[in-house]
């Protein structure tokens, strides 16, 4: 039983928008920016899980709503995906100092 869970590979149908998405998220979450990122998402009273709200508070942009809004519902569910799992590459310490961001309450 060597066999482990591989996830499907989904093609993105308008590579020029999800690039976009996917480099905005990118951006907010790189080690430069990651903390004023989470400051502004803690400022407009949201959680760091709510993808949707976060998008469009305009905290990454605002230009990443109308490109979000562009794709399909399988290049959004990866977008939503990629999101999920950028946020939990945070540092340990940003993560326990932003702690209300990331609990589940």
Do not use: C, W
Request: proline share 4%; aromatic share 12%; net charge positive.
């Amino acid at each position: 039983m060597s066999a482990l869970h591989e996830q499907a590979i989904i093609p993105v149908t308008d590579p020029k928008a999800f690039g976009a998405v996917r480099s905005a998220i990118e951006t907010a979450f790189s080690s430069a920016r990651v903390k004023d990122f989470l400051k502004s998402v803690e400022r407009a009273g949201l959680r760091i899980r709510d993808f949707e709200l976060v998008l469009r508070k305009g905290i990454l942009g605002a230009p990443t709503v109308g490109e979000y809004s562009e794709l399909g519902n399988g290049d959004q569910g990866q977008i939503r995906e990629f999101y999920l799992a950028t946020l939990e590459k945070v540092p340990t310490e940003l993560r326990a100092k932003f702690f209300k961001l990331y609990a589940y309450y």
